[in-house]
């Protein structure tokens, strides 16, 4: 079987940030093959692959605000490919924009409550007189990666509509994926890793034999990324990152 891996990388980050603890070291230095045949081999019934693509999807960091990050990646991307962990790169980009938005807290279940004019810090009208019902509004800078999820999808699609694929795995928990996923799953077996802590993306359900058939879900843990480290140096030139 012809199996493609399709890596969302910041989704992939932040859920492992998320599962393991940011400052923790021992989860970032990962071998990506290795997690996905080690995922294959024990929640799939696909047996092992005739062969394995992987594709990962990020953006590079840029040094101007971050010129650590951007190291650490740099050195990371550069173990992923002499290792052969990664066969294809593709990158999205960042774009840098200000956002204005009203001034909430965070309520239950995790959604926005906005919050208004109450004293200790009221709003006045131009005659002094109080405006208990104001929003108070915030403009702040916004760094936002784009594309990844695109490239996830197009390189999924590509893949199973050329016929280069037998089976397919998803490295995210991204709804913006379902229909490509769902359009996948007509056609080959499609296993979906969910990376993040969060339950799976209802959008991301489906039923194990629609389609093509055979598909699974799992979710990672932090034992999975404890087990699929790379080993301190790469290939004997590439040194894992201090604290990682």
Aim: with cysteine; charged share 20%.
């Amino acid at each position: 079987m012809r199996v493609g891996v399709y890596v969302d990388g910041y989704n992939l980050y932040y859920g492992g940030r998320g599962l393991c603890g940011r400052s923790t070291p021992g989860w970032r230095w990962l071998d990506l093959r290795s997690l996905a045949l080690d995922v294959i081999a024990s929640r799939s019934l696909w047996g092992s692959p005739a062969s394995l693509t992987v594709t990962y999807c990020t953006a590079r960091r840029s040094g101007a605000d971050n010129p650590q990050g951007q190291h650490e990646q740099d050195v990371y991307l550069r173990a992923l490919q002499q290792s052969g962990s990664v066969d294809v790169f593709s990158y999205g980009n960042y774009v840098n924009r200000v956002a204005t938005s009203p001034l909430a807290v965070l309520g239950p279940h995790g959604r926005p409550v906005l919050t208004h004019a109450d004293w200790p810090l009221m709003v006045q009208d131009a005659t002094g007189a109080d405006v208990p019902d104001a929003r108070y509004m915030a403009s702040v800078a916004r760094r936002e990666e784009k594309g990844s999820d695109v490239n996830v999808a197009s390189h999924l699609l590509i893949d199973v509509l050329t016929g280069v694929v037998d089976a397919a795995v998803v490295v995210s928990n991204d709804s913006d994926l379902a229909y490509p996923v769902a359009f996948a799953r007509q056609r080959v077996h499609v296993g979906l890793i969910n990376p993040t802590k969060g339950v799976r993306s209802g959008k991301l359900q489906g039923l194990p034999q629609e389609g093509a058939g055979n598909h699974w879900w799992y979710r990672l843990t932090p034992a999975d990324f404890a087990h699929n480290q790379f080993p301190p140096t790469v290939t004997g030139k590439t040194c894992r990152p201090q604290g990682w």
